[in-house]
């Protein structure tokens, strides 16, 4: 596909589960980022890829929540032991690679809304 | 990191030019200005950036002073379709890569 694709669209689990959440950038695009984004906010900052190797995962909220792209094309984040205040849309975006300042635009893909009972 | 401040909602309506205007004090010597807009149920869509002076695309116009201490997006003859969160962000080059800080942004609404 032309775009970034993200799966599932929705996924609801119970308090305690583990989740896993996928998404599949532009072919081609070294830089990988996943942001969390709340009901009526902006994205939030988790984690970033420049290829397979995790750059910076400062946004992360707590250990219980781990990322991965290991052949440096797709990449999935991982929830463990799941709350409630992890309900939220998880948008991952791509961009080509590393530009002179902010001449990079971000690929969006239109999320996954996770819903935790 | 370069805050931004923007109106939380603006209202127009159909073919009227809506002018947003972004605040960024704090903006560094490096940092690029960027938009994107936001349909509910989507993901954000890169609109346009810019530096400084005037940058111009099919979709809208980019009005950056002299100080770079304020942007305005400016979208000629909106339609209903217009209607979405629109965000103003300042780039963050920490580790030579830009990670996104967005706000709240502003939420327009167009109607007939």
């Known amino acids: 596909g032309a775009g970034v694709s993200q799966s599932p669209r929705y996924k609801v689990a119970k308090r305690g589960q583990d989740v896993a959440l996928r998404c599949d950038p532009i072919?081609?695009?070294?830089?990988l980022f996943w942001y969390q984004q709340a009901l009526g906010q902006g994205p939030e900052f988790l984690t970033y890829f420049q290829n397979e190797a995790q750059l910076d995962k400062s946004g992360l909220p707590s250990d219980r929540f781990f990322a991965e792209r290991p052949e440096g094309s797709v990449s999935t984040l991982k929830i463990q032991r799941t709350q409630q205040e992890d309900s939220a849309v998880y948008l991952c975006?791509?961009?080509?690679?590393?530009?002179?300042?902010?001449?990079?635009?971000?690929?969006f893909g239109d999320g996954t809304r996770l819903s935790i009972l | 990191l370069a805050k931004t401040t923007q109106p939380i909602s603006m209202d127009s309506y159909e073919g009227q030019e809506v002018n947003i205007t972004c605040s960024h004090n704090?903006?560094?010597?490096?940092?690029?200005i960027t938009w994107y807009q936001q349909f509910p149920s989507q993901g954000p869509r890169f609109i346009i950036q810019?530096?400084?002076t005037k940058v111009t695309n099919e979709v809208a116009s980019l009005f950056i002073p002299a100080d770079r201490k304020s942007s305005t997006l400016s979208l000629p003859r909106v339609s209903l379709s217009d209607t979405a969160v629109y965000y103003c962000l300042v780039g963050d080059h920490g580790g030579g890569y830009n990670k996104l800080i967005f706000g709240a942004g502003t939420r327009l609404a167009v109607h007939p």
């Open positions: 810019g530096y400084k």
């Open positions: 072919s081609g695009h070294v830089s």
């Open positions: 704090n903006i560094a010597t490096n940092d690029y």
């Open positions: 975006a791509s961009s080509l690679g590393l530009g002179q300042g902010g001449n990079q635009p971000q690929h």
